[in-house]
């Protein structure tokens, strides 16, 4: 797909293995994990064949730019683009314009809810969101940030690794950096949120949700026991995992009205 300055950005599509080539598909637009810094479509490809098949949506899976050398907001132009271009280009990817939805862990998961906050007073906008430990907020005291600082995968300094290369103004205030920082959340649509019980950003995740219901979205909120951030694509070491997968798919079929895999 173009960008205004004739760059490509490039995304990968996965149909269910059910599917036809022709058959009109709802979809998942998925944005990967990794501070915005690291991670891409490879390391994502199986988790995005099962959402697909568990789903049984297409699902497109985008390689948006990464920081240091495309800090913000090259990654959510990216993901805006993607969201654009497979409204327009709906008849070429074989899926229904009408059915789309957004969904990312960590980092895409920001992606995710910054994308939804911008289109949800547009004509074509989202019709849910499917979210996995969403960074929330850059700067934030709430306890779990002290609590899993050190030993729980993603410490108190990858963490700030992440923000300075992303941000090398260190302007962590902008919504569209921290959603939480938003004037308003109301207007998005049905979402999942799935928190994990050891991961430095829980707190920001469940605030996220709370505020969220209170005002007046649909959400609902699942916190995986057990489990530290990252555990999405551990498949092989944590079984909440695949259980998690199993929650976004049902989620995924209940918004985007598909049938039963």
């Known amino acids: 797909m173009p960008r205004p300055d004739g760059s490509a950005l ?5 149909r269910p293995l059910s599917s036809h080539a022709d058959e009109p598909l709802a979809l998942l637009i998925y944005f990967h994990g990794g ?3 690291v991670g891409d479509v490879a390391s994502y490809d199986v988790l995005c064949r099962e959402l697909a098949n568990l789903a049984r949506c297409a699902v497109l899976s985008v390689d948006y730019r990464l920081a240091p050398e495309h800090p913000f907001p ?27 939805a957004l969904g990312g862990d960590s980092a895409g998961g920001n992606l995710s809810i910054v994308t939804a906050l911008a289109l949800r007073d547009e004509p074509a906008r ?12 850059i700067v ?16 108190r300094g990858t963490l ?15 919504w569209r ?6 004037e308003r959340l109301a207007g998005l649509p049905p ?22 219901k209170a005002e007046g979205c649909t959400v609902d909120y699942v916190e995986m026991p057990g489990v530290i951030h990252g555990f999405l694509t551990l498949g092989k070491v944590f079984p909440e995992s695949t259980q998690t997968l199993v929650l976004l798919a049902r989620h995924l079929q209940t918004c985007l009205a598909l049938p039963p895999a």
């Open 10 to 14: 490039l995304a990968r599509l996965y």
């Open 35 to 37: 501070g915005r810094c």
């Open 74 to 100: 090259a990654a959510i132009r990216d993901a805006r683009l993607a969201f654009e271009w497979a409204v327009e280009n709906a008849s070429l990817l074989a899926i229904d314009p009408a059915r789309i």
């Open 126 to 137: 989202p019709s849910c969101l499917a979210l996995v430990y969403p960074s929330t907020e």
């Open 140 to 155: 934030s005291t709430r306890p779990s940030r002290e609590r899993y600082a050190e030993g729980f995968f993603l410490d």
């Open 160 to 174: 700030q690794w992440f923000f300075e290369r992303y941000l090398p103004d260190g302007n962590t205030e902008d």
């Open 177 to 182: 950096v921290s959603p939480m920082r938003a």
């Open 191 to 212: 979402t999942l949120l799935v928190g994990a019980e050891f991961d430095p950003l829980v707190d920001d995740c469940v605030a996220f949700a709370e505020r969220m």
